[in-house]
């Protein structure tokens, strides 16, 4: 099974600040890698797709780059709505697996 | 605008089953372009997939490793809906399952989810 790797799995950031947050798959993954965002007490919500395609209403501000092993989530100008809990995923094989997430909290 | 609701008990006994139920509106279960999953959390396994049945000409499950031998992923086609049967339930089983669509390369894109069910194993 293919291990993502997530860091860090926690970080402070202010609002209007960047925020940058990284995965890395043990096997080569194509661009099958999704980002998740998860509130308390609520479902994941997709983010991204396809290592760099944003879903339909994500705002611009979200973006995701990278391919083969090594992906990259970036939230430019944080918003407070923003401070959440982030997973990538991979789903290029079965069984699709998660990165072990990370929280970002504000400063 | 698909929309997934989950239902089922919050406790279950150890030894005993774990069924829960998601009903598809927005779309089939029987649809050739999309997968049915469940998928639990917890704070000891994190996000983690259970397993997925899908429409092509027949019906296909796949299943994750670790619970192979105790899980049922099922379809309804008269309610439109899904089922999970997860037997012979310990503890470590404790978690929040969430019903999910799956979609686009290898249908393991989860673009929908229900809204999870806690689900404690305790006496």
């Known amino acids: 099974a293919i291990q993502l790797t997530q860091s860090p799995s926690s970080l402070s950031a202010s609002v209007g600040g960047r925020v940058t947050i990284t995965c890395r798959a043990s096997?080569?993954?194509?661009?099958?890698l999704a980002w998740y965002q998860q509130k308390p007490g609520k479902a994941p919500k997709l983010l991204i797709s396809?290592?760099?395609s944003l879903e339909s209403g994500v705002p611009s501000r979200f973006s995701g780059s990278g391919s083969g092993t090594d992906f990259t989530l970036t939230i430019n100008s944080l918003q407070p709505e923003d401070f959440a809990t982030y997973y990538c995923?991979?789903?290029?094989?079965?069984?699709?697996?998660f990165g072990g997430g990370t929280k970002v909290e504000i400063k | 605008q698909v929309q997934l609701q989950q239902s089922g008990p919050g406790l279950v006994r150890p030894s005993q089953t774990l069924s829960l139920t998601c009903a598809i509106s927005?779309?089939?279960?029987?649809?050739?372009?999309?997968?049915w999953n469940w998928i639990r959390q917890s704070p000891s396994r994190g996000l983690e997939w259970l397993g997925r049945?899908?429409?092509?000409?027949?019906?296909?499950?796949d299943y994750a490793l670790s619970v192979k031998s105790r899980i049922s992923i099922n379809p309804d086609t008269s309610k439109n809906q899904f089922s999970l049967q997860l037997n012979s339930v310990t503890p470590e089983d404790t978690a929040v399952y969430y019903c999910?669509?799956?979609?686009?390369?290898?249908?393991?894109?989860?673009?929908?989810w229900g809204q999870g069910t806690l689900v404690t194993v305790s006496s």
């Open positions: 096997q080569g993954i194509s661009s099958a």
């Open positions: 049945t899908y429409y092509r000409s027949r019906w296909y499950n």
């Open positions: 396809d290592a760099s």
């Open positions: 927005g779309d089939s279960v029987s649809s050739d372009s999309a997968a």
């Open positions: 999910a669509r799956g979609a686009s390369y290898q249908m393991l894109r989860f673009d929908y």
């Open positions: 995923q991979q789903f290029n094989s079965v069984p699709p697996s």
